[in-house]
């Protein structure tokens, strides 16, 4: 009769063995997948951010103009007694200023506000003998007067002969110039955002030839910092305990059972 008891408490327990088992089996089994799927939650977030940068700085384009209108996805107004007259010559057309010999401002209004070290500007046709005419080119961006630094200017552009940079930070014509000075600058210490851009063709002696500029930059709309990150469900510290417990006593019951 006890031989009999005895097995039958062998049996039963043998059998809560297996069940405890097969649930710590099932609950490790959930865990990993759990983890797993973490796991591809995130790689699949840092696909979408890669193709999603991807996509946005393939749209983004150079865009050139020196009146109204819409450029690509920028949209240009002006205003101010210097904007309106164009001219081609030394291999650009542009907005002419200074035809009249006297001083005047052009201010391009940008829609939306653009990265302002995309912006850059090509002049030529800059005149100064520094003895009977002389002419400079002033920039302003968002209202503040832009100092051009040597690192900003490649001169000349073109045929034109070479200009150069003021005390101030402006551009006049070289020493020795045949009247065609010409370069590009590029404003590389300009503000993130820039909805608006001056040129100031100011007359400083006699009557030089008046320049001619044109205006470039990228159509793409400033970025503003990145959102912040989605979390993604991960195992916690008392998790990952709690899995390394059940792995653990999963174990020592395993072993048991084959014992």
């Known amino acids: ?13 043998s059998a809560l ?7 710590l089996l099932g609950v490790a089994r959930r865990i990993h997948d759990a983890l797993a799927w973490a796991v591809d939650a995130k790689r699949m977030a840092f696909a979408c951010i890669t193709v999603f940068t991807t996509v946005s700085v393939a749209q983004a384009a150079q865009q050139c103009f020196y009146q109204p209108g819409t450029y690509g996805a920028l949209t240009v107004t002006q205003s101010g007694p210097g904007c309106g007259t164009s001219l081609t010559f030394g291999g650009i057309t542009g907005l002419y200023m200074g035809d009249s010999n006297v001083t005047e401002a052009c201010t391009f209004n940008l829609a939306p506000a653009v990265q302002g070290n995309t912006i850059n500007v090509t002049l030529t046709a800059h005149s100064c003998n520094n003895t009977t005419y002389c002419e400079e080119a002033r920039f302003s961006l968002n209202g503040t007067h832009y100092v051009v630094a040597p690192a900003d200017l490649v001169t000349p552009f073109g045929a034109g002969s070479a200009v150069t940079i003021t005390g101030a ?17 590029t404003f590389h210490n300009a503000p993130a955002s820039v909805p608006s851009i001056n040129i100031n ?13 044109l205006v470039c930059a ?34 020592l019951m395993l072993r048991r059972r084959r014992s």
């Open 218 to 251: 990228n159509d793409a709309a400033v970025v503003g910092p990145p959102a912040a990150p989605t979390p993604v469900p991960t195992l916690t510290q008392w998790m990952l305990a709690l899995l390394a417990a059940i792995v653990a006593g999963l174990g």
């Open 201 to 213: 063709h100011v007359i400083t002696l006699g009557a030089p030839n008046g320049t001619i500029y």
């Open 169 to 185: 930070g402006d551009i006049v014509e070289a020493p020795g110039g045949s009247s065609a000075g010409s370069g590009v600058v």
């Open 1 to 13: 009769m006890m031989a009999g008891t005895d097995v039958k408490r062998g049996i039963r327990a």
């Open 17 to 23: 063995r297996v069940i405890g088992s097969d649930l």
